[in-house]
């Protein structure tokens, strides 16, 4: 690796690092402030979880209405429009796939929008507090705590990433770069065999020439032979030479996959 495009793919790192965090920092405040309220609100630990339990089967409407409060509370906290975390989703998982293939502009990206991703972290989140309700009263646990939702949050973001896709891109490109080289190999193979078989005809040719003409001298070296003595007789001699076959080779080539696989989206719900 070239020390510009490492140097490229640090750069990559660090933008895609600094607006994670950033993404994450404001996913984690609002989460654990909504989950807070939702534990004060219930009158038991049972009635909580009940609670959790329902986030997933939240209809469009109440999904929307929780939503449009998560953006509120964005861009009062943190100066946030929508569009503007939209397009941080956009960057991390642009500069992922960029650091991971180079081929980036060959792979089709369907971004997620600001409100599943909200949404689908929440789930998560809503399962890891049911999982463990009393971690919430705990005060010394509020590191712990901040620490297992960030790292809800960023799974999610990076299950957006269209691995597959990269896979099936990398071993496309890779056959083609085999077929392309087992090619040229061929090609120079077939250049080197067709050049022996010019060098040998050639020489054949010149074997040929040397042979008629030495056969062309015994020829005369016989008549006079024979004008000086009725009793001397000329051996006829036939000179066989060996006939040289071109081999045609051919050379098959593997046909390509090309099959689409088509992207998962994690969602336990």
């Known amino acids: 690796m070239s020390d510009k495009k490492h140097k490229s793919i640090k750069q990559m790192i660090n933008i895609r690092t600094d ?3 950033k993404i994450t920092h404001v996913f984690k405040k609002y989460f654990i402030k909504y989950i807070k309220n939702l534990y004060t609100n ?8 009940k609670k959790l339990l329902e986030i997933p089967e939240w209809s469009h409407d109440m999904m929307n209405k929780e939503y449009d ?6 861009e009062l906290k943190f100066d946030l429009t929508e569009n503007e975390l939209y397009k941080i989703i956009e960057i991390i998982i642009g500069s992922s796939i960029k650091i991971l293939n180079t081929l980036f502009n060959n792979i089709k990206v369907n971004y997620p929008t600001l409100s599943i991703v909200y949404y689908k972290c ?5 399962k890891y507090y049911y999982k463990e309700p009393r971690i919430i009263k705990l005060d010394e646990s509020l590191k712990q ?7 809800i949050i960023e799974n999610v973001i990076q299950n957006f990433i269209p691995i597959k896709n990269i896979i099936q ?16 190999a061929n090609s120079r193979s ?25 056969a062309n001298s015994h020829s005369i070296a016989n008549s006079r032979s024979t004008a000086n003595s009725d009793s001397e007789f000329s051996e006829e001699k036939q000179i066989r030479f060996p006939s040289h076959l071109n081999k045609k080779k051919f050379y098959r080539m593997q046909p390509l996959n090309k099959n689409e696989i088509d992207v998962h989206f994690f969602d336990e719900y």
């Open 19 to 21: 607006y994670q965090n």
């Open 42 to 49: 219930s009158n038991s630990t049972k009635e909580f979880q």
């Open 69 to 74: 409060k998560f953006l509120i509370y964005a």
């Open 122 to 126: 929440l789930k998560k989140i809503a």
């Open 145 to 151: 705590q901040e620490y297992n939702i960030s790292n």
């Open 169 to 184: 891109l990398n071993k496309t490109t890779n056959s083609r770069s085999t077929a392309n080289s087992r090619s040229t």
């Open 190 to 214: 077939h250049s080197i065999t067709n050049s022996r078989s010019h060098s040998r005809s050639t020489a054949n040719s010149r074997s040929t020439a040397n042979s008629n003409s030495i």
